[in-house]
């Protein structure tokens, strides 16, 4: 009798500015033993099911489902079918989740609900942050997806997890990493030196300074970049010098946000303007 073969594909890498292992990979004809992870472990179905087992109960993890598993929690997993399934697998400490959301000093581990979680936005953040990761995409854009997860996950998926609005009249220190942001556009800056330019903590900056300007902090810089773009334009510069001067990539970079924001490509706005 022949034996089935696997057939698994899998990327894993550890990403210091996330504080996480990640893995990403498909997976056929194989089954996880039970077993548990010193770590939570949080993952997205992409493609596919898997049946998962734990606490006695068995459960069914479809495509854009998100599975969440605390740490230490014994856990099996085996194929819906013969085709197996994509997923995208998330193992950060607890303890970091945390201070992402400013719940430190609370018990030290979460008690999720579920496991199966089926919340589009939810899921959509892990998949940006995640793939974000693994091509190495803009600092700022993983960390405010990564936050942005982080604060939807605990205050509707985490027992007791809601976070404080820390938002108060932070409008000086705003005005700050604004004008920090400003000075700074041919430079790729991380919420991190945002939030110290401004003087808070990254979640209580982040929160505070999308409830000021109604956008992240990172959208923000994306958008002053493409005004600072305009005006050099205006004054005749030469395409490639406005995506160098702005902190676009390059060319393209700034064509593709240009257009997004403005309805028309540098190009074109350039003609109509000379």
């Not at 292992?21 to 949080?42: K, M, P, Q, R, V």
């Not at 938002?167 to 939030?195: N, P, Q, W, Y």
């Amino acid at each position: 009798m022949q034996q089935r073969r696997e057939h698994n594909a899998i990327s894993f890498w550890r990403a210091r500015d996330l504080k996480a292992e990640l893995l990403s990979g498909h997976f056929s004809n194989f089954s996880y033993d039970i077993h548990t992870h010193d770590t939570a472990c949080l993952s997205l179905i992409t493609r596919g099911a898997i049946r998962i087992k734990m606490r006695g109960q068995t459960f069914t993890a479809r495509q854009g489902d998100l599975y969440a598993i605390e740490a230490d929690e014994p856990h099996a997993g085996w194929p819906v079918d013969s085709a197996g399934w994509n997923l995208r697998t998330l193992y950060v400490d607890t303890a970091h989740l945390r201070s992402l959301v400013g719940t430190e000093g609370t018990e030290s581990s979460l008690d999720f609900m579920g496991p199966i979680i089926n919340d589009r936005e939810l899921s959509s953040l892990f998949y940006g942050v995640h793939r974000c990761s693994q091509f190495d995409g803009p600092q700022a854009d993983r960390e405010e997806q990564y936050l942005a997860f982080t604060t939807r996950l605990f205050e509707r998926y985490v027992k007791n997890g809601r976070t404080d609005d820390v938002v108060g009249s932070e409008s000086r220190a705003i005005d700050m990493a604004r004008r920090f942001i400003d000075e700074s556009l041919d430079k790729h800056l991380s919420l991190t030196e945002m939030a110290g330019a401004a003087g808070l903590p990254p979640f209580r900056f982040y929160r505070a300074f999308e409830k000021s300007t109604g956008m992240t902090p990172h959208a923000y810089q994306r958008q002053a970049r493409v005004r600072l773009a305009t005006s050099l334009i205006r004054d005749n510069r030469p395409l490639s010098e406005v995506a160098m001067l702005t902190g676009f990539a390059d060319q393209a970079h700034l064509t593709r946000w240009f257009r997004r924001m403005m309805g028309v490509t540098p190009g074109v706005f350039q003609k109509a303007i000379q």
